[in-house]
């Protein structure tokens, strides 16, 4: 079994010895054990959190290089005018806490090219043809947003230090006289 233990930068398509289809909920995972797909046990070993995405490159303790691809699964895919509408269908879609895939036709001739993404669930094509979208169910890779604070594979850290310190004086004076 080949152990997979590290993630790669880019590299030369000759260096690539074999691919790696996984479906997302699989991508998530640093622990696994599969198959390539020319059928070589694999064994990954990788740091928790970051997802693997379309197109990264791990590598074996004994220098191959795998490159991971996203596998054909079932998807919702709304298809809706750009700009506001597109906006909309985001934010809404979003406010749900799912991951989306979020993209664009350039082909299109119905006039509608932005499209988003998401695993079938009856509440969410609901609201995404509430909101104007024409849904198609089929298979296709799912490769949602990473998010906008995720910084996998970035090789960057950031992080903030607040420190506040704050004193409020203040002086009450009340008077209240009833008469009756």
């Given at each position: 079994?080949?152990?997979?233990?590290?993630?790669v930068?880019?590299?030369?398509?000759?260096?690539i010895?074999?691919?790696?289809?996984?479906p997302?909920e699989?991508?998530?995972?640093?622990?696994?054990?599969?198959?390539?797909?020319?059928?070589?046990?694999?064994?990954?070993f990788?740091d928790r959190g970051?997802?693997?995405r379309?197109?990264a490159?791990?590598q074996?303790?004994?220098g191959e290089i795998?490159?991971?691809r996203?596998?054909?699964?079932?998807?919702?895919?709304?298809?809706?005018e750009?700009?506001?509408?597109?906006a909309r269908l985001?934010?809404?879609?979003?406010?749900?806490?799912?991951s989306?895939?979020?993209?664009s036709?350039?082909?299109?001739?119905?006039?509608?090219?932005g499209?988003?993404?998401?695993?079938?669930?009856h509440?969410?094509e609901?609201?995404?043809e509430?909101?104007?979208?024409?849904?198609?169910?089929h298979?296709?890779?799912?490769d949602p947003?990473?998010?906008?604070?995720?910084?996998?594979?970035?090789g960057?850290?950031?992080?903030?230090?607040?420190s506040?310190?704050?004193?409020?004086?203040?002086?009450?004076?009340?008077d209240?006289?009833?008469?009756?």
């Amino acid at each position: 079994m080949l152990e997979l233990t590290q993630r790669v930068g880019p590299v030369e398509t000759t260096e690539i010895h074999d691919h790696l289809t996984l479906p997302f909920e699989l991508r998530m995972r640093g622990r696994l054990r599969a198959k390539t797909d020319t059928g070589y046990d694999v064994g990954l070993f990788l740091d928790r959190g970051p997802v693997l995405r379309e197109g990264a490159f791990l590598q074996a303790e004994t220098g191959e290089i795998i490159r991971i691809r996203a596998a054909d699964e079932p998807v919702v895919t709304a298809r809706i005018e750009p700009g506001l509408g597109l906006a909309r269908l985001c934010y809404h879609l979003g406010n749900r806490h799912v991951s989306l895939a979020i993209g664009s036709d350039d082909s299109a001739t119905d006039g509608k090219t932005g499209w988003v993404r998401f695993p079938p669930d009856h509440v969410l094509e609901e609201l995404a043809e509430r909101l104007g979208a024409t849904l198609e169910h089929h298979r296709a890779p799912f490769d949602p947003e990473p998010g906008a604070y995720a910084q996998a594979g970035q090789g960057h850290s950031h992080s903030h230090s607040h420190s506040h310190d704050h004193t409020h004086e203040h002086g009450h004076s009340h008077d209240h006289s009833h008469a009756h």
